[in-house]
């Protein structure tokens, strides 16, 4: 029996490009390589698509160094015939294509952009698809999303960039000053992994934050300060088969957990099974599975949630359609406490892609 042609693709051109290497060798150590011939391609933060030869490079980044006109390029065809081209200098290999597993944080990854290409294409690929993904990489639209279902949630005041220039700064802050209080929170619309967020204590903090944001997105979301305990959930499957695992605390070595006290921060902690009531655990797991199906989510998703101090208000914050797989991770580590090894949902993930692609393909027909 020949093996499944899996391409596992990284990298990419967010400024989670680093992350998503190192998820990606995590990933990759999960695989069966008994089951799956693995094509490792590795994106640019220029966006060239590079064929990875050597996957002990990717982690360390040395994959995407010296890239030259010999760097052995991958280019995934739109066509239906499930292409992938290997260009080597002048030369042009064709390789069977039969699954894509995106690890891809962030822009270009974790949008719908490339889950269009797969769709196009008709590549079974694991993950959210590109309207779930393109909604959850959106903050102000997954807020809407909960909004619709009555999910509680922090109160924002939404800005486009252009009212981000200085001649129509003042207004803008006096708007938002008008509807929130200080301190408050000043967050891209889609920027992964807490990139271009910063926390405003005054004017001059919200001006700069402001623009600090519309560098990373020409939506940004200014929110209320919710003081309370960070929680994360990992939801897992679709539809009706999908559950909610137990859940983790983020304690955040800065005063919130943004890139650097998430990633460069030795003294930022992830605790399983906290402290916290049983009754406020349940709220939480069945209300990440209400977000996950109403925006439609498909395999995977991290769910983000404040539990609010005095009152234990449970409060969505965010979900995560491509979860980060680092060592530091919270999403395998509470599949994980949850009995499911990261080879086992690995392996259900990639199921799971293909009963979905027999599914459109026979809706197509």
């Not at 093996?3 to 990759?28: M, N, P, R, W, Y």
């Amino acid at each position: 029996m020949s093996k499944i042609q899996l391409a596992l693709l990284f990298g990419g051109q967010s400024s989670e490009h680093d992350v998503s290497c190192v998820s990606a060798t995590t990933v990759a150590g999960a695989l069966d390589r008994d089951k799956y011939d693995i094509t490792y391609i590795g994106i640019t933060k220029a966006g060239h698509w590079i064929l990875v030869e050597n996957p002990e490079t990717i982690s360390n980044l040395e994959w995407e160094k010296n890239i030259n006109s010999d760097t052995p390029r991958a280019i995934l065809s739109p066509d239906t015939d499930h292409k992938l081209i290997i260009r080597r200098g002048e030369n042009f290999e064709v390789r069977e294509l039969d699954v894509a597993f995106p690890v891809l944080h962030g822009l270009f990854g974790e949008d719908g952009t490339i889950q269009g290409l797969f769709e196009m294409a008709h590549i079974p690929y694991v993950g959210c698809g590109h309207l779930s993904s393109a909604i959850t990489m959106d903050k102000f639209f997954t807020k809407v999303i909960a909004d619709s279902i009555g999910v509680v949630q922090a109160k924002y005041v939404g800005v486009r960039d252009f009212e981000t220039a200085d001649d129509k700064i003042d207004a803008t802050v006096a708007r938002i000053e008008a509807e929130r209080e200080y301190p408050m929170f000043v967050k891209p619309s889609c920027a992964g992994s807490s990139m271009g967020i910063t926390k405003a204590h005054n004017r001059e903090e919200l001006v700069a934050g402001l623009k600090l944001a519309a560098q990373h997105d020409s939506k940004i979301l200014v929110e209320e300060t919710i003081v309370g305990r960070e929680i994360e959930c990992a939801v897992f499957g679709y539809g009706d088969t999908a559950f909610a695992t137990g859940v983790g605390e983020i304690l955040a070595a800065a005063e919130f957990y943004d890139f650097d006290a998430k990633y460069n921060n030795a003294d930022s902690q992830t605790v399983l099974d906290p402290d916290i009531p049983q009754d406020k655990v349940e709220e939480i797991r069945k209300t990440a599975v209400a977000i996950y199906r109403a925006c439609d989510c498909f395999g995977l998703s991290r769910v983000d949630f404040f539990l609010e101090k005095d009152t234990n208000r449970v409060i969505f914050n965010e979900i995560n359609a491509i979860p980060g797989h680092t060592s530091i991770s919270m999403y395998p580590m509470l599949m994980a406490n949850a009995g499911h090894s990261m080879e086992e949902y690995v392996e259900e993930l990639i199921e799971m892609s293909f009963k979905r692609h027999g599914f459109y393909t026979s809706a197509r027909v």
